[in-house]
Structure formats: structure tokens, C-alpha cells
């Protein structure tokens, strides 16, 4: 009896010990900031410098990795033709829309949920606006 108190006392002194840990906040699955392509969700991995593509709004960027190039294009629709992969300005990772992108003119990034970015200069101020429009 004296044997099952004592490991039945190691046992809740081992769980109060374990227990703190279980509700240990969760480190975040991406990173908190990302100011690059390599870091951008939602990649095409498969894209084609000049072949057709579907979207021009949401997750438009893919790489043309053909002869070891890893050239970075996003799908693009000028002057509203069929939608194509061109080679993309300079990526500099996730913003948010309307935020100001001083000292990143003509670049280009992705918003949180996929949204296509263009930083633009506009009425004396410069912000991240929506690439396909």
C-alpha cells in the first residue's frame, strides 16, 4: 500500500511538473517578417517566362527555374490580353496594402492573403496598391 501511495505521488508531482509546458504559448508558423521573395507563400514553382497563365490578382508570382534560371515572373495581363508570365521587377516580400513603401518604388510584394502589390507613387505620397489594376 505504502509503494502505490508513493508512485501515485511521483505521478501527479511529475504531471504538475509537465502540465505548465502543455499551455506554453505556440511559436508562430511564419515568419514575422518577410522582406524577400524566398520567404513568400503561394510560389509557382512551375511558371514559363511567356506562357499563359490564370490569375493576375491573387498569388501571381511564380519562378522559371528552365536551365537553371530561378527567374522570378508574375502573371500579368497588359492592356487586358491574355494573361502571361513576365519577368518581375524586384520582390521585396509581404506588405500590406496602402502602407507607405518609401525608398521602394516600382518594386513589387504580396499582401497577407495573396493580394498582388505594386508600390506606386500617387498624389505626393508612395503605398503599396494593388498590382493588377
Do not use: H, K
Request: with cysteine; aromatic share 8%.
Amino acid at each position: 500500500m505504502r509503494v502505490t501511495v508513493l508512485a501515485a505521488s511521483a505521478l501527479i508531482a511529475a504531471g504538475s511538473i509537465v502540465a505548465p509546458q502543455a499551455n506554453a504559448p505556440r511559436a508562430a508558423a511564419e515568419p514575422q517578417t518577410c522582406n524577400d521573395a524566398f520567404c513568400v507563400p503561394g510560389i509557382n514553382p512551375n511558371a514559363i517566362l511567356g506562357n499563359t497563365c490564370t490569375n493576375t490578382t491573387y498569388y501571381v508570382f511564380g519562378v522559371d527555374a528552365r536551365n537553371g534560371w530561378g527567374r522570378l515572373v508574375f502573371c500579368g495581363s497588359p492592356r487586358r490580353y491574355e494573361p502571361r508570365w513576365f519577368r518581375s521587377p524586384p520582390m521585396v516580400g509581404i506588405r500590406d496594402e496602402n502602407s507607405l513603401c518609401i525608398n521602394e518604388n516600382n518594386a513589387v510584394a504580396q499582401a497577407p492573403d495573396g493580394l498582388f502589390l505594386s508600390c506606386v507613387a500617387m498624389n505626393g505620397d508612395t503605398r503599396w496598391r494593388r498590382g493588377d489594376s
